[in-house]
């Protein structure tokens, strides 16, 4: 299991008093999004934790496994899907999503404090680049923007959602990355609007070819 210390700075006061807390998480669940990404690179806030996990699961059950993180309110309760609200101070959001299918190019991390798994960046990547299809927020074109700014190429993250996603539009997905006209846009800045131009258009399609899946798992412990 690969290691590595998560920049816990950039949670808010809330999301990191209950940190500790998530290692009650069963460790089939990996963390994605956007709080992910920012432990990884300490680039910006984020507040809610989304655990994703190949495992379907009975929100009841799961109910039952988390009850020790705190007093919480349901907000959706379905197969497979979960999402609570803990209430014990000012509210923190924490979904679970089971029967995730897509596997994984690269193994999760465990943070050094042992608390949760944390998906590979370029995984990370992958799920963002596919996430800009489906809604139009400027925390995702930031958090690719941070990435390509970390020496990640875009024809990476695009080969990675090929390998989890083998049919989708990855045209598209460069089309919408330098669409600027709907949503919050005046979040991003000037230079990060620019890096996504410049690698949308220095993209080379040729070069993007699907990886082989490290696992057909998003985590290699079972429930």
């Given at each position: 299991?690969?290691i590595?210390?998560p920049?816990?700075n950039?949670?808010p006061?809330?999301q990191?008093?209950v940190?500790n807390?998530l290692?009650v998480i069963?460790?089939?669940?990996v963390?994605y999004g956007?709080?992910?990404?920012?432990?990884?690179?300490?680039?910006?806030s984020?507040?809610?934790?989304?655990f994703f996990?190949h495992?379907?699961?009975?929100?009841?059950r799961?109910?039952?496994?988390?009850?020790?993180?705190?007093?919480?309110?349901?907000?959706q309760?379905?197969?497979d899907?979960?999402?609570?609200?803990?209430t014990?101070n000012?509210?923190?959001?924490i979904?679970f999503f089971g029967?995730?299918?897509?596997?994984r190019?690269k193994?999760?991390?465990?943070t050094?404090?042992k608390v949760?798994?944390?998906?590979?960046?370029l995984?990370l990547m992958g799920?963002k680049?596919?996430?800009?299809?489906?809604r139009?927020?400027?925390?995702?074109?930031?958090d690719?923007?941070?990435?390509?700014?970390?020496?990640?190429?875009?024809e990476?993250?695009?080969?990675?959602v090929?390998?989890?996603w083998p049919?989708a539009?990855v045209?598209?997905?460069?089309?919408t990355?330098?669409?600027?006209?709907?949503g919050?846009?005046?979040?991003?800045?000037?230079?990060?609007?620019?890096?996504?131009i410049?690698?949308c258009?220095d993209v080379?399609?040729?070069s993007?070819?699907?990886?082989?899946l490290?696992?057909?798992?998003i985590?290699d412990?079972?429930?």
């Open positions: 299991m690969y590595f210390k920049d816990l950039i949670l006061p809330a990191r008093n940190w807390r290692g069963p460790k089939n669940f963390l956007g709080t992910a990404i920012a432990l990884h690179l300490g680039h910006r984020s507040v809610d934790f989304d996990s495992d379907s699961f009975e929100s009841d799961l109910c039952h496994m988390v009850s020790s993180l705190g007093t919480y309110e349901v907000l309760a379905q197969e899907t979960l999402t609570i609200v803990l014990d000012d509210p923190v959001k979904s029967g995730i299918k897509t596997g190019v193994s999760p991390l465990e050094d404090d949760v798994l944390v998906a590979s960046l995984d799920h680049l596919k996430t800009v299809l489906q139009v927020e400027a925390k995702d074109y930031i690719i923007a941070c990435m390509l700014k970390k020496g990640f190429q875009l990476q993250g695009l080969s990675c090929l390998s989890l049919f539009p045209q598209e997905i460069v089309r990355l330098t669409y600027f006209q709907e919050d846009f005046s979040e991003l800045s000037n230079q990060d609007r620019q890096i996504l410049r690698a258009s080379s399609f040729e993007i070819t699907k990886y082989p490290n696992s057909e798992r985590s412990y079972c429930s």
